[in-house]
């Protein structure tokens, strides 16, 4: 074992110098004797990737100013890169964050993409096509997802019901709005609440008390 | 017992009910046990007995959920696997998006590493895991010295037990109003160590000699030791830092005041202060302080006054209805608060003790946590006392201070760092 005489303590392993005060050493190193693994300090891997999108994404928003700023004729386009651009990043950052809970992610995404179709909708002179067409697709579509990305990875019940039944409720909502007479297109609101309430039925019937469970543990105090 | 579409599930104990709000890549309320083999571990044995004793242990396999007013456990199906330590000590091990176990297996050279979250368990649980893991893996590991009769442990909790929230066991009236904040104390300031890695440095010594000179002092081991901390750190300090008082916190376990046979969380802490301004600065008076401080703060009355105070969170109405959101808020600046008021940390985990027949299979256990600031855990296995220094900063003057003045009172120290060389 090695030893420091300045500070009068034996060494463990074969650290070249003292730990305590980074002094010399004498004896005999022992190079099995090491217990912590040597781990040297280096960046995160994916980093390269993460700086060389990010350094894109801002030379692009930077010349979109530019325009904007340049070009009076072509203001609105300028704009729509630059909001473009924002809900890229925002869509993809929450995927990659949330890739290890998948349904997590998609309800994530719906809620996120929910407002952005909203705020692009009014962006553009509200026409309304957000609320007739866009959400009660996706809803529609989302919901199926679910189900099948629940069906292909074997999730658990817990894993799934929550995210599932959050979605159900967002499908009622344009149903909802189409009976207060805010929306024009009948077809799309219609089809997304029947398959909303069939999946609720089949929650219901097939997965009641998970469902109960589920509620009791996320809910209680 | 398990069914599809019925998990079993948990509050968080009172104790962990602060940890996920105050979890990050910073602190990352993960701590470490370790056992020290006298031969390399091997891998495969260390697996399987790993597997019996997650078989014994089921709610380790647990992993934690945010609900809408607290976060909770609820037991999965995944298996936790050994591997071999590659990876900075004490990294964070809870993701709210990403599902994983609240603890992780390594081995390394002789050494055996086990990580849990706080969440699931505190020093004493995890104690009696590392125990069971150890136990299984030599019984495996040399069949042939076991074999007529096999040593049992003395653990022998059923799994309610084991899965026990004591805290409640021991709360019985409405808490006391809170005490009014003391003077902040002295902090550690220094350059931190890139990528929040944490600097370990560990001290072995026999405890006979430990035993001697604090038995010459008239304290215990821990009283002792934290007063050596505390000088250690007055080293160091700055003459214009001395008008704030060194405060240590010292986890207490509590199942050595209330009985419990819980592997979850039951401990609270004490603090222990000393003011260099206003009294002198020999070994001896800070000793003499450290001692009476411990025996006015650990008494039954006292120490069911901090459960009480403790379980306040959970037995407040208004607070159980704020939203986990806010929630994380408002404990992550409760905990800021708390924080000033302490320099470092000084935690006994205690005595481990294995069947006598097994004694000599092993060389040392050891613990350490990854505190923001300081902190020491203590832990001994035979004649083998061994103090392991955790924190995030590139210097180790408190350490040097520390382990220096142990080898100027005779005792035998022998070092072993993570990071043996830092510019
Ligand atoms: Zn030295």
Same mark, same amino acid.
């Given at each position: ?44 891997? &994916? ?26 004729? &072509? ?9 473009? @651009? ?55 579509c ?10 292909l990875? &074997?999730?658990?019940?817990s ?23 805010? @929306?024009?297109?009948v077809?799309?609101?219609?089809i ?22 589920e509620?009791?543990?996320?809910? &209680?105090? | ?17 602060i940890?996920?709000?105050?979890s ?9 046990f370790?056992?020290?083999?006298r ?7 260390? *697996? ?18 945010r ?27 809870y ?8 603890? $992780? ?7 055996i ?7 699931l368990?505190?020093?004493t ?11 299984r893996?030599?019984?495996?590991k ?22 026990d929230?004591?805290? *409640? ?10 005490? #009014? ?10 350059? $931190?160590?890139?990528?929040?890695r944490?600097?370990?440095?560990e001290g072995?010594?026999?405890?006979d ?5 604090? $038995?010459?002092?008239g ?28 405060v ?15 592997a ?9 202060g ?7 600065d020999?070994?001896? #008076? ?8 411990f ?24 607070? $159980? ?5 806010l ?6 600046? #409760?905990?800021?608060?708390a ?15 294995m069947?006598?027949e ?5 060389h ?8 923001d600031k ?12 061994v ?28 070092? #072993? ?7």
């Amino acid at each position: 074992m090695r030893y420091c005489e300045k500070c009068g303590v034996h060494v463990i392993g074969s650290p070249p110098c003292c730990p305590l005060c980074q002094g010399p050493l004498t004896g005999e190193a022992d190079g099995n004797g090491n217990v912590y693994p040597d781990i040297p300090f280096a960046g995160r891997p &994916h980093q390269l990737l993460f700086r060389l999108l990010a350094l894109g994404t801002v030379i692009a928003m930077v010349l979109c100013t530019a325009a904007f700023l340049c070009l009076p004729e &072509h203001r609105v386009a300028a704009l729509s890169g630059i909001a473009g @651009l924002a809900s890229g990043w925002l869509t993809v950052g929450i995927a990659f964050k949330k890739r290890g809970r998948p349904l997590k992610a998609v309800f994530w995404q719906v809620c996120v993409l929910s407002i952005l179709v909203l705020a692009w909708d009014h962006g553009m002179g509200w026409r309304g096509w957000s609320l007739n067409y866009v959400l009660p697709v996706l809803y529609t579509c989302t919901m199926l997802a679910m189900a099948v990305i629940a069906r292909l990875l &074997h999730l658990r019940p817990s894993d799934y019901l929550l995210y599932l039944l959050l979605n159900i409720l967002l499908g009622l909502i344009p149903l909802v709005l189409l009976l207060c007479g805010l @929306l024009r297109t009948v077809y799309p609101a219609v089809i997304c609440a029947a398959v909303s309430v069939i999946f609720l039925a089949v929650l219901i019937l097939f997965e009641g008390p998970a469902l109960k469970g589920e509620l009791l543990r996320r809910l &209680h105090l | 017992m398990k069914y599809a579409g019925f998990p079993r599930w948990s509050r968080l104990d009172n104790a962990a009910k602060i940890f996920p709000s105050n979890s990050s890549a910073k602190d990352s309320k993960v701590f470490r046990f370790f056992c020290e083999l006298r031969e390399p571990v091997d891998p495969q044995i260390l *697996q399987s007995a790993l597997d019996e004793t997650v078989r014994q242990f089921p709610f380790y396999c647990s992993v934690m959920k945010r609900g809408l007013f607290w976060n909770y456990l609820e037991d999965s199906s995944l298996r936790p696997t050994v591997s071999l330590e590659n990876t900075p000590p004490c990294l964070s091990l809870y993701s709210p998006d990403r599902k994983g176990l609240l603890f $992780r297996v390594f081995y390394f050279g002789r050494r055996i590493n086990l990580e849990i979250y706080h969440v699931l368990t505190d020093g004493t649980g995890a104690a009696q895991f590392l125990c069971t893991l150890v136990h299984r893996y030599l019984l495996e590991k040399n069949p042939k010295d076991f074999s007529d009769s096999p040593p049992k442990l003395t653990y022998t909790a059923s799994h309610s037990q084991l899965w026990d929230d004591s805290f *409640q066991k021991y709360y019985e009236k409405p808490p006391l109003p809170k005490p #009014a904040l003391t003077r902040s104390a002295y902090r550690l300031r220094g350059e $931190r160590l890139p990528e929040n890695r944490l600097s370990i440095v560990e001290g072995h010594m026999p405890v006979d000699a430990l035993l001697t000179c604090s $038995r010459a002092r008239g304290v215990t081991v821990t009283e002792f030791l934290t007063a050596v901390l505390i000088c250690a750190i007055h080293a160091q300090m700055r003459l214009r830092d001395k008008a704030r008082p060194v405060v240590i916190t010292v986890p207490v376990n509590l199942r050595n005041y209330f009985p419990s046979e819980s592997a979850r969380n039951f401990f609270t802490t004490i603090n222990v202060g000393y003011d260099f301004s206003r009294r002198p600065d020999d070994l001896d #008076a800070v000793t003499a302080h450290v001692h009476r401080c411990f025996r006015e703060n650990l008494t039954e009355k006292r120490l069911h006054e901090r459960i009480n105070a403790l379980c306040f969170l959970e037995h407040n109405i208004p607070l $159980r209805l704020v939203p986990l959101l806010l929630k994380d808020w408002i404990l992550r600046t #409760a905990a800021r608060l708390a924080d000033r008021q302490a320099t470092a940390a000084f935690s006994n985990v205690g005595k481990v003790t294995m069947p006598a027949e097994m004694e000599r299979y092993i060389h040392l256990f050891g613990a350490f946590t990854s505190p923001d600031k300081m902190q020491a855990s203590v832990c001994s296995f035979q004649n083998r006392y061994v103090v392991s220094f955790a924190g995030p900063f590139c210097s180790h003057d408190v350490e040097r201070a520390f382990f220096r003045s142990l080898v100027q009172m005779g005792i035998d120290v022998e070092v #072993a760092a993570n990071l043996p060389y830092v510019e």
